[in-house]
């Protein structure tokens, strides 16, 4: 699974909305790729979240996409998808006092899954210890449904009250406060309990299911009020925060009880607990009675107990229940009625919005949330509780063992890796919850250090079996490295390396789990803890790798061996060092890497700090020239520290951009020797075939590629892709071995035609994007259904000289032989081989700098240039070749990835509309965020400067609030806790007030008012704890323009606030909303007066709170991406339906690994609403759209980027299913949370405008109407150019509304300018020209006709004859047709003819299919782009 995935944050917005992807957004496919995160429960969810829908077992076998695992000679070729829908069945449920019910259950579920709907029913909620049992049998609660005797369909199963133990007790506590919290928001608020904040229902009215058959809105449009606020007009300057969080009227807490906490007459004592006494409780209700409860075995009851006096002995009367909600129903009347209201709304709400997320989403703004007295709460604070498994056995988690057991898991069959994916996915969200905890424990002071006695920075820690250190240079470690600096730096560089190394996936080989926390300007690495490393020092226990950074190096067999398996896919050169007494020793890693074998005998590697090689454009060496390009734009730059990598990204960018460049050379040298040679050519390609490797085909495993040919195979192409979804490839054999199939190669021969789908020149392409991960936006050429389809460009970075841009074959005729010529060297070992084609080849090699000399081979030595490492005499010329090709991608990064990355943002590929965003998409093209400044110092040279402002306006905001967030770490551990909210306070006011009176001096009398009377004569502290006071604005944004030069290497030209935002044409609403987001602050929600110039805008109650900033892996799910993938491949094909139902079948394979909840689910989810939409099913795609919002606004955020674009998909479903007003609402929303991340002044608002401005039409609000759709049309053309296609669209759309306000001229000139357009672009013929050209006609009928009417009015006064003229109101369904177009969905009728050359098109393919070529040979790779012969979802452009 190597695949640059993993390095994205779980919450990475896909932003590029305008280009043509398979069902229309490349949104879709980005973010699949990408972020990790969870989905809806398929099928259960509306009725109650099971364990994920879990339900749909997949056939035993079913390796569908080769993912299987590689059974040496196995019959890969039969690898079909068969997905067996395993039948549910239904069961009746018998509880005490309740009706039978029936359930729907799967046989795959677990016992213990019934026990959770039961706990979430209203009828049953109460009740927790409870057993089920079939004929009084009890069941086992982790027995599977179907191996149950005699459980079957219409089964009764009988809810059983089991006794209490103190620990049922508990839980039965604990889920009677989660019951009565059930609508109360504060968790989500305070980021807890992986609970977060959903918004939607507050716009939709409860849930949209069932809005349509409540009542019709289409028929009462004169009573929707269309009007927006003020501020989400166009051209408004307000930005407003309070309605970032609307206040839901279900959140109004109904009280029904005042107080509930455990008694302070706890623990029973011994003559108690021998009458089954377990606990006692306090509680006050609504009513104002005191009441004491025990406890017991049997159940609650009273007992005589006051504040001051014991008497345990029951009340009369004792009303013993067996559930305390029972109990209190029958106490106090006020209790019964809320709870019953109380949990009628819970079950109203959408399932989507109650379920847990993976991983802990904090806000950044809160309301002033009551504390209110919890038991629960205040237990949990204070005893060692960590999650709810801390009943389990044991108590303390072994994190390790955890970690590592689940990785050991089986993978052979489906059942097998899915069952292993959730355990892994499980154990680390887990353990990322207990490390952040962990965390914001150590640096609040709540552990003891296991060194005590040393300095604060040099401390060390243990909690709950997890090691924690801080980020400081302790004993002079990175002292030659950039001390304090690079200590920073060095653990999130080890998580990339844990990460890459987790993705590989290795069998035999572990790494630690490992959680990066940012938290109050600290710094903290949490790491699992190797068995036995405690007890030993740290020099007998490394046997692999470096503990001085290469003074001492040692080798180990064993780990040579499990390292090599890595070295293909991550790209690391195996190479020899020097150790201290001067012998070579050989690594496949860099020497920093240390090999540890536990007391488990599991052997670990970490300090992965240096697994990618190093920039050298940040990495100044004396004596060192770096290339031309590089010295152009002013590098090599001194950075912080010294330990500066390349991302995994620009790796693989980098290697597919010298495959491409080797495939060139040896093609043009083919040619020249081609004229003399033509007949030994046609002998050299037969003799090829039979064994030939195609490399295009990552992860198929074939038994004639022999072994030795995959060693020395040119498939190190195929390395990223080996592994890209495969994790069992990488385990069987060193290398994937390359596909040989004859469907390809002998497709390649005949040189006349152009690409056709089945062309291998598409392998090239492949080749091309071998190496790119899953997300990245190249897709490799594999589809499902047998035949290759050429797709994205084989430069799919647009490395910029590339020499294929386009189709390869049709610019170099040799390309084919040459590639054949490499596959046939690959596996004969080039024995038949003329020597001629032989040198050929050894050419290209050298130029590229390939390793090998038979066969296109890249790979990195990661300790070039490390300090202190010494190679021996006989590698000097590798050495040399390594250091050139550095050198070489650091100029590839700088004269293609970033003008590539410019070049996206042009077009509108990539749209990043934050900080978040932007961050993403510099890291897909492995950019690193250092390299901000050139990007935009790039873009300011750029004759297109214009039509990127929005692009500069969000570097310069993320580069300002990135150098604010460097100060506020330093600036904030000089503070003590006791005056926190002040100085964060004071800092905000420093960096975004317009108030500039000596600040420091309120903050001065708070800090000495806090102090009492006696102890204000002292000094000021040991560690002058007032410092941070001293801080003014004029200061901060000096550091902040000196920051920006020194570690970006850009000049910022303002002095405070106020300049910046009128030089750069900023929002401090937007400066405010990033910082508190990268430095984890939370602020009251109220409207801030940042300019007043009276007094400050922050004061310290404004500040609420200071959450941690985690980073740490996201494990994937293999099977089900594969699975999406194929999907994705078949509707791309036109077989929407099999589309759809492999995208359903990825929905529960995610359901099955995430939970519900994960930002992959939300992709998902949002492809198959398009799909259910362009299938016409309207209403099914409302249903998924609204899991997709609600999912994404948990998971991400409520104003993450990928959130806005969520409304506005679900605004077009509303509109389809006749909501208009709810349409509105959501398209309302979507703007102002657009608005309040990026301003007005942004591409994505032009479509968004649109929107609006089409339902306004819709409803017959022209004025407002022409509003937004002026406002798009003036967007559209800054950035599209006034002469392009979406700006006369903008015009005709305009025009349409003046038709309809009967002001023809005006419409007249609108019209007539998007005929223009259309004429230049598209020519006289073309039917939007044609269409154009018939409206003006239309239009100018109109307005004769007008005039004539107003002329005959003029002439014969009241008693004129007028003719009537048609106002017409636009139909609802020529407004959808309008919104269809713009959101890039058309729909294109299929003539007779279409339909047969499709016919044909797909017998050939299963020609094609029979000739060997099983469909999951072809599984894609990577998400695939729409063909263009069947248009279903085009984004226009």
């Not at 050429?781 to 460009?793: I, M, S």
């Not at 048609?1366 to 269809?1380: D, G, I, R, W, Y």
Request: glycine content about 6%.
């Amino acid at each position: 699974m190597v695949s640059k995935t993993d390095d994205i944050p779980a919450s990475v917005p896909n932003c590029n909305v305008n280009t043509v992807d398979l069902v229309g957004e490349t949104p879709d496919r980005k973010e699949t790729t990408k972020a990790p995160h969870k989905d809806p429960c398929g099928h259960s969810v509306d009725t109650a979240v099971m364990n994920g829908g879990g339900a749909h077992n997949l056939s035993e076998e079913s390796k569908q996409d080769g993912a299987g695992d590689t059974d040496g000679g196995e019959d890969s070729n039969e690898q079909e998808v068969i997905v067996i829908q395993d039948t549910g069945f239904t069961v009746k449920i018998q509880a005490p006092g309740t009706e039978p019910f029936d359930l729907q259950v799967s046989p795959q579920e677990m016992v213990q899954e019934i026990h959770q709907v039961l706990m979430d029913r209203e009828d049953t909620c109460h009740r927790t210890c409870f057993s089920l049992q079939l004929d009084s049998n009890v069941l086992d609660n982790f027995a599977e449904l179907k191996s149950i005797e005699g459980l079957q369909e219409g089964s009764l199963l009988k809810v059983v009250e089991e006794p209490y133990t103190v620990r049922e007790a508990r839980i039965h506590v604990r889920h009677i406060r989660d019951l009565l919290k059930g609508l109360d928001p504060s968790d989500a608020y305070n980021g807890v309990d992986c609970n977060s904040l959903s918004f939607l229902s507050v716009f939709t009215d409860g849930d949209l299911g069932d809005s349509g058959k409540r009542k019709k809105k289409g028929s009462e449009l004169e009573q929707i009020d269309c009007t927006p606020p003020e501020h989400i007009l166009p051209g408004s300057k307000e930005r407003p925060l309070l309605p970032l969080q609307p206040q839901n009227k279900d959140w109004k807490p109904m009280q029904c009880l005042k107080v509930l906490t455990m008694s302070g007459w706890n623990p029973p004592p011994g003559n108690r607990k021998m009458h089954g006494d377990l606990m006692y409780l306090y509680m006050v209700t609504v009513e104002e009675r005191h009441i004491s409860i025990t406890a017991s075995t049997r159940g609650f009851y009273l007992n005589q107990s006051t504040t001051y006096t014991f008497n345990p002995k029951p009340a009369n009367p004792s009303f013993l229940s067996h559930s305390l909600v029972e109990l209190l129903s029958q106490i106090s009347p006020a209790f019964k009625k809320n709870f019953t209201a109380l949990q009628k709304k819970r079950v109203q709400r959408h399932p989507f919005e109650r379920i847990a997320t993976p991983f802990q989403v904090y806000s950044w703004t809160a309301p002033q949330v009551d504390h209110t007295m919890d038991c629960v709460r205040a237990e949990d604070a204070y005893t060692s509780r960590l999650g709810y498994e801390e009943h389990i056995p044991g108590q303390t988690r072994d994190w390790n063992e955890e970690l590592q057991t689940t990785r050991e898991l089986a993978r052979k069959n489906l059942p097998d890796r899915l069952l292993r994916e959730r355990a892994i996915f499980k154990v680390h969200s887990d353990f990322a919850a207990a490390a952040t905890r962990g965390s914001m424990a150590v640096i609040d002071g709540n552990v003891m250090a296991i060194n005590p006695g040393e300095e604060t920075r040099m401390q060390m820690f243990i909690w709950n079996n997890i090691f924690f250190s801080l980020g400081f240079d302790v004993r002079d470690h990175y002292r030659e490295l950039g001390g304090d600096a690079a200590a920073h730096a060095a653990p999130t560089n080890d998580l990339n390396g844990v990460r890459a190394y987790g993705a590989v996936d290795v069998e035999g080989l572990y790494t630690l789990g490992t959680v990066v926390v940012d938290y109050r300007g600290y710094r903290v690495t949490a790491q699992s803890i190797i068995p036995g490393i405690l007890e030993r020092e740290q020099e007998q226990s490394v046997i692999y790798g470096s503990i001085d950074f290469g003074k001492t190096v040692v080798s180990h067999g064993k780990y040579l061996e499990l390292l090599e398996k890595t070295s293909r896919p991550l790209k690391v050169q195996r190479h020899n060092v020097l150790n201290e007494k001067d012998e070579s020793m050989e690594l496949c890693s860099s020497v920093e890497c240390k090999g540890i074998i536990g007391n488990d005998g599991r052997h670990y590697i970490l300090d992965l700090l240096r697994t990618f090689p190093p920039d050298l454009n940040f990495l100044p060496v004396e004596g060192e020239e770096l290339s031309p390009e590089s010295v152009r734009q002013g590098f090599p730059r001194q950075h912080r520290h010294r330990l500066a990598c390349l991302r995994q990204e620009l790796i693989e960018a980098f290697v597919e951009h010298r495959y491409l460049l080797f495939m060139k050379m040896a093609a043009l040298q083919l040619m020249q020797q081609k004229a003399n040679k033509e007949s030994k050519l046609a002998t050299l390609t037969e003799n090829s075939i039979p064994g030939a490797a195609v490399p295009a085909l990552p992860s198929t495993e074939t038994p004639d590629a022999s072994a030795e040919s995959s060693e020395t195979s040119t498939e190190t192409l195929t390395d990223a892709n080996s592994d890209a979804v495969q994790t069992e490839t990488t385990s069987t054999s060193d290398a994937p071995q390359p596909a040989a199939t004859e469907a390809t190669t002998t497709e390649a021969a005949p040189k006349t035609e152009p690409m056709t789908e089945t062309d291998s020149s598409a392998t090239t392409t492949t080749n091309a994007s071998q190496a790119t991960p899953i997300e990245d936006n190249v897709v490799p050429t594999v589809t499902t259904n047998g035949p290759l389809v050429p797709f994205a460009t084989a430069i799919q970075n647009g490395e910029c000289e590339s020499p294929l841009e386009g189709k390869a074959e049709d610019i170099i005729p040799g390309l084919a032989q040459a590639k054949e010529l490499a596959e046939s060297l690959a596996a004969e070992d080039g024995s038949g081989i003329d020597p001629k084609s032989r040198e050929v080849v050894l050419n290209a090699c050298k130029a590229v700098g390939s390793i090998s000399n038979t066969s296109f081979d890249i790979r990195f030595n990661p300790d070039i240039f490390s300090p202190g490492v010494r190679f021996p005499e006989d590698s000097a010329d590798d050495i040399q070749k390594q250091k050139q090709l550095l050198k070489d991608a650091g100029a590839f990064m700088v004269s293609c990835q970033i003008p590539s990355l410019v070049k996206d943002c042009l077009d509108h590929s990539a749209l990043p509309m934050d900080g978040a965003t932007l961050t993403e998409a510099l890291h897909q093209r492995g950019i690193n965020v250092r390299y901000l400044g050139n990007v935009l110092a790039f873009v300011d040279q750029t004759p297109a400067k214009a039509q990127l402002e929005h692009f500069y306006r969000i570097g310069i905001s993320e580069l300002i609030t990135r150098c604010a967030k460097h100060i506020f770490k330093t600036y904030l551990q000089g503070v003590e806790l006791s005056a926190l909210s002040a100085a964060v306070s004071h800092f905000l006011n420093c960096f975004l007030s317009s108030f500039d009176a000596v600040a420091h001096l309120p903050a001065d009398e708070l800090v000495s008012r806090r102090k009492n009377r006696k102890r204000r004569n002292r000094v000021p502290g040991g560690g002058d704890n007032t410092a941070w006071a001293c801080l003014t604005p004029s200061e901060l944004w000096k550091n902040i323009v000196s920051e920006a030069q020194s570690y970006y290497h850009f000049t910022l030209h303002c002095e405070n606030a106020d300049q910046v935002v009128e030089k750069y044409g900023l929002q401090k609403i937007t400066l405010l909303r990033e910082i508190s987001i990268k430095a984890g602050i939370q602020i009251l929600i109220k409207e801030y007066n940042f300019d007043s110039r009276h007094k400050p805008a922050f004061t310290e109650e404004d500040i609420l709170n200071i959450f941690p900033v985690v980073k740490h892996v996201n494990p994937k799910a293999s099977d089900a991406f594969h699975f999406f993938q194929s999907g994705q491949a078949k509707v791309q094909q036109g077989y929407l339906k099999e589309g759809c139902e492999l995208i359903n079948e990825a929905l529960n394979l995610f359901n099955n690994v995430y939970g519900a909840m994960h930002v992959e689910i939300c992709a998902c989810l949002r492809l198959l609403a398009r799909l259910n939409y362009i299938m016409g099913d309207h209403h099914e795609a409302l249903s998924n759209q609204q899991k997709a919002v609600l999912m994404s606004e948990r998971v991400l955020g409520v104003e993450h980027p990928n959130t806005i674009q969520e409304y506005m998909h679900l605004a077009l479903y509303c509109f389809a299913n006749g909501q208009l007003s709810t349409a509105l609402k959501l398209l309302y929303r979507a703007r102002y949370l657009m608005l309040m991340v990026c301003g007005e002044d942004h591409p994505e608002m032009a479509l968004l405008d649109s929107n609006i401005g089409l339902v306004l039409h819709g409803v017959m609000e022209y004025d407002l109407s022409l509003r937004f759709l002026e406002n798009s049309l003036a967007i559209n053309s800054k950035y599209h150019g006034p002469r392009s296609l979406k700006v006369a669209l903008s015009h005709h759309l305009v025009a349409r509304v003046y038709e309809s306000k009967a002001e023809f001229r005006s419409a007249l000139q609108q019209e007539k300018e998007g005929y223009t357009i259309y004429k230049n672009q598209l020519g006289e013929a073309h039917e939007k020209t044609k269409e154009s050209s018939e409206y003006l006609k239309y239009l100018t009928q109109q307005a004769v006709a007008l005039q004539r009417t107003m002329n005959e009015i003029y002439k014969n006064g009241s008693n004129a004859s007028i003719m009537p003229l048609k106002f017409t109101a636009p139909s609802m369904a020529s407004v959808l047709e309008q919104l269809n177009i713009i959101n890039g969905i058309i729909f294109i009728p299929l003539s007779q003819k279409d339909l047969e050359n499709l016919k044909a098109e797909v017998q050939r393919r299963q020609q094609l299919q029979e000739s060997g070529k099983s469909v999951e040979d072809l599984t894609v790779d990577g998400p695939l782009e729409l063909e263009d012969k069947i248009p279903m979802d085009v984004n226009v452009n």
